[in-house]
């Protein structure tokens, strides 16, 4: 029984002496990371973001770091790819929504805006908040709803019938919103093309014909993938296999 | 005094009296017109206030004289009483042109006065007797030959000797080829005209004529009610018109056309621009400074000023040197209309920024307009001036950017923002970004969607469940459940069967109206039955039955068994068919 008992403690003082270790260098690697930005020392930087990054950590802070590290660097379709990822998670984020225009403005392809206007207004809220804040939303609104029906029943106060409708409907909205962000996430896939120049052939050789040629920084959608290649979807009509060394998925 | 009562009467007598007969004789001659043709006449009438009085009409000699007899009124004024004796006389002119009713002598009271002299005027034909009249009007006009441009003043006048209504309507008239303009201030006096006095009232409009060549006014029309007395003896004090004793009589009256002919202006032959002006003008000329430094500014005031279209002169021509830049001021315009039509001056501001250093001369200002008053075109001109620049001590070359020529007040123009530089915003420091912000797992959050759900899906199970138990519906299905089975027990005797059953008949039908109750009648209960919704023949059926429970429980016959199964399984259909 004691031996138990100092398995479990040396155990404990191990784990908190890992964990604790890990927390330190991702902490000392973050910091590296801006101190070697600040020496406009970009491509160190970028690695040092990108160690944190592989360590697991999906915080958007981070990833509009890694964002302007690459395009410092000179690596747009990185710096592309970072920022949309970064947008995922903070969308209502005001330098990020800055630094991402201007990346934008640096593509040469004319971006294929795959999400019709309509689509834009209509579920603007998606672009306003984090899936996160878009997910507690609708659990609140759900809960003061059903609140608000309880309190109806129990007290049977007409008066709390209206609010509560108008809640249930909010709720139902925002509920709608998650369910089709969770659709997304499992569903559609994005990337963006990294190298300054891919060629989009038609099969699945790299002596396939040469369909159309897409630069960095341009952001695609994925139809399939199989184990080195990814379909992709560009707009009407262009569609073809690039590598999948070429894209970045957008997650 | 008590000796002699009669005459102390006679004393207060003469004392009350005493101002009849102390009162001087008031004697006054008047004529009832002053102005009337050959073949009319006229009366005289000669007022004495006093005693009857002698009246010597042998002084007239201009007319036939003709006694129309005399007339006594008393009047009674403030407890004093007078007499007036009036003789009249019919006045018949011997010749036309201006005769005169000599002073006559009047012998009153034995004394001797004399009446004042009377004017009349004869004339030959019978015409519009205009200042004879009681009320007339007349339109006159300042100048029948104006030249285009010029302002002329038409004037309506009214003339009024007696009592008009308020209700006065005048109709302006017609001024085409002309730009009116009326003068707000009406002009009222009294004036006296042959012996009469008249209020009189003036309406003036200012007159711009358009165009050269020939134009009527037509006539002005004015629309009233004069207030006269009733024709008829004054029979007391009410008689009066103060207290309605009058009538109106409505006229028009009218004005004559007023003719102009209006003239062209005569070609201008000067040296200088005409500037549009006609009337009588002055200019004036001022300059704030006249030593600058570089860059300071000085103020050319240039005032023109006079009577007619002054608000039509445009900014005089300055020629000013290249040393100075010009900002020009709004120009003030002070211009009245009055009695004499548009008035006042208008002065226009240059501010002079000096520029170079020197001395620099700025030439006469001259304007040409059309003098009315001596029929021909003049030149106006003000004093040249000199003004000395010193170079500034800071800067000799100083940069001032002048306004717009059009006047108008610089307007900034709004300008789209353009980024200047491009760059990204720079990084985000905080430690918070080395925490992970995945989203909820899709279970999760599932779950937390329905907890609160099933929360309250559980509570409305609650309630419903309670409420069911307290409602009188389920209550008394159940308590008729309840008594049918104690009923089909066997070990009870046949009131207690014979009671139960009744009790579970008018439970199953108090059920279906949703109150609670102990006892119905047979009709009540078939009517409960049929308003709720269940046929005729289930209704009777379930009346029948509870008149027979009704009738064997109270009849007192003992029930057999067979009846009891008879009773029994009736009160079962009608069960199954209610629930």
């Known amino acids: 029984m004691k031996t138990m008992k100092h398995f479990i403690t040396c155990m404990t003082i191990l784990f908190i002496w890992v964990t604790g270790a890990t927390a330190s260098e991702l902490t000392m690697a973050f910091l590296d990371g801006i101190k070697y930005y600040k020496a406009e020392e970009y491509a160190k930087a970028a690695s040092a973001f990108s160690d944190v990054a592989d360590a697991g950590i999906k915080n958007g802070k981070l990833f509009y770091n890694l964002g302007n590290a690459y395009l410092k660097n000179g690596r747009l379709g990185h710096a592309v790819l970072w920022y949309e990822r970064a947008l995922r998670l903070i969308p209502d984020d005001p330098d990020l929504k800055f630094n991402h225009e201007y990346v934008l403005s640096l593509i040469k392809d004319e971006p294929d805006d795959g999400n019709l206007p309509i689509f834009r207004v209509l579920f603007f809220w998606k672009h306003l908040m984090s899936a996160t804040a878009i997910q507690w939303t609708g659990i609140m609104l759900n809960l003061f709803a059903l609140l608000m029906l309880t309190i109806q029943v129990v007290r049977k106060k007409k008066k709390v019938k209206t609010p509560a409708y108008l809640f249930l409907i909010l709720a139902v909205i925002f509920i709608s919103t998650v369910f089709y962000n969770f659709y997304e996430t499992a569903y559609i896939k994005e990337a963006v093309i990294l190298p300054e120049q891919v060629s989009v052939r038609s099969g699945l050789t790299d002596n396939s014909t040469e369909l159309f040629v897409l630069h960095t920084g341009t952001k695609v959608k994925i139809e399939k993938e199989n184990a080195a290649f990814f379909r992709i979807f560009f707009s009407d009509g262009k569609i073809g296999w690039i590598k999948k060394s070429d894209a970045g998925i957008i997650y | ?579």
């Open chain 2, 1 to 579: 005094m008590k000796r002699y009562p009669g005459r102390a009467f006679l004393i207060i007598f003469v004392i009350l009296m005493l101002p009849v007969f102390v009162q001087a004789a008031k004697i006054q001659a008047s004529v009832d017109r002053t102005r009337i043709t050959k073949s009319e006449s006229l009366q005289l009438t000669v007022t004495v206030v006093g005693k009857d009085a002698d009246v010597d009409i042998s002084p007239i000699k201009d007319f036939q004289v003709i006694s129309k007899g005399s007339s006594t009124s008393v009047r009674i004024v403030n407890t004093q009483i007078s007499r007036e004796v009036g003789y009249n006389y019919i006045l018949i002119p011997l010749k036309e042109g201006r005769l005169k009713i000599p002073p006559l002598t009047v012998k009153a009271d034995g004394k001797t006065d004399q009446t004042r002299e009377i004017v009349i005027q004869v004339s030959k034909q019978a015409q519009e007797k205009l200042d004879t009249q009681d009320v007339f009007v007349k339109a006159h006009i300042s100048d029948r030959h104006p030249y285009e441009g010029q302002q002329i003043i038409y004037t309506f006048t009214l003339y009024n000797a007696v009592q008009l209504s308020k209700n006065a309507r005048f109709q302006e008239p017609d001024f085409t080829g002309f730009n009116p303009k009326k003068v707000e201030d009406e002009k009222t006096y009294t004036t006296i005209l042959s012996g009469r006095q008249y209020s009189v009232v003036e309406l003036r409009y200012v007159l711009v004529p358009l165009k050269a060549g020939n134009a009527t006014i037509g006539p002005a029309v004015l629309r009233c009610d004069i207030v006269r007395a009733q024709k008829r003896r004054r029979r007391s004090l009410f008689d009066d018109p103060f207290f309605g004793g009058a009538r109106l009589e409505p006229r028009i009256f009218k004005t004559n056309p007023v003719a102009v002919n209006i003239k062209p202006l005569p070609v201008y032959t000067g040296g200088l621009q005409f500037s549009g002006l006609v009337g009588r003008f002055k200019l004036q000329a001022e300059l704030e400074k006249k030593e600058l430094t570089v860059g300071d500014s000085t103020t050319l005031s240039i005032a023109v000023e006079g009577t007619g279209n002054i608000m039509d002169v445009e900014e005089p021509n300055v020629n000013v040197p290249e040393a100075f830049k010009v900002y020009k001021d709004n120009p003030e315009e002070n211009v009245r209309l009055g009695p004499k039509g548009y008035a006042g001056e208008k002065i226009f501001r240059l501010v002079l920024v000096a520029t170079k250093a020197g001395i620099y001369a700025l030439e006469p200002i001259q304007i040409a307009y059309f003098d009315v008053s001596k029929n021909r075109y003049a030149d106006l001109s003000t004093p040249p001036f000199q003004v000395r620049i010193y170079p500034s001590a800071e800067k000799d070359d100083i940069q001032v950017y002048a306004s717009p020529k059009d006047e108008q007040p610089p307007e900034f123009k709004k300008k789209k923002v353009e980024f200047t530089g491009r760059d990204i915003l720079p990084l985000k420091e905080e430690l918070d970004a080395l925490e992970s912000q995945r989203p909820m797992s899709l279970p999760r959050f599932i779950i937390f969607l329905l907890v609160p759900f099933f929360i309250y899906m559980a509570v409305k199970a609650v309630f419903m469940f309670i409420v069911k138990q307290e409602d009188p519906r389920s209550l008394m299905a159940e308590r008729g459940d309840r008594f049918l089975k104690k009923a089909s027990h066997i070990e009870v005797s046949a009131d207690e069967f014979l009671s139960c059953l009744y009790k579970a008949v008018i439970s199953a039908v108090f059920s279906k109206a949703g109150v609670k109750g102990e006892s119905l009648t047979t009709a009540e209960a078939e009517e409960i039955l049929r308003s709720s919704g269940y046929a005729d023949e289930t209704a009777k059926q379930a009346a029948q039955l509870l008149e027979k429970i009704e009738s064997t429980k109270y009849s007192g016959l003992i029930i057999s068994s067979d009846s009891k199964e008879e009773l029994l399984f009736e009160t079962k259909q009608l069960f199954r068919s209610l629930f």
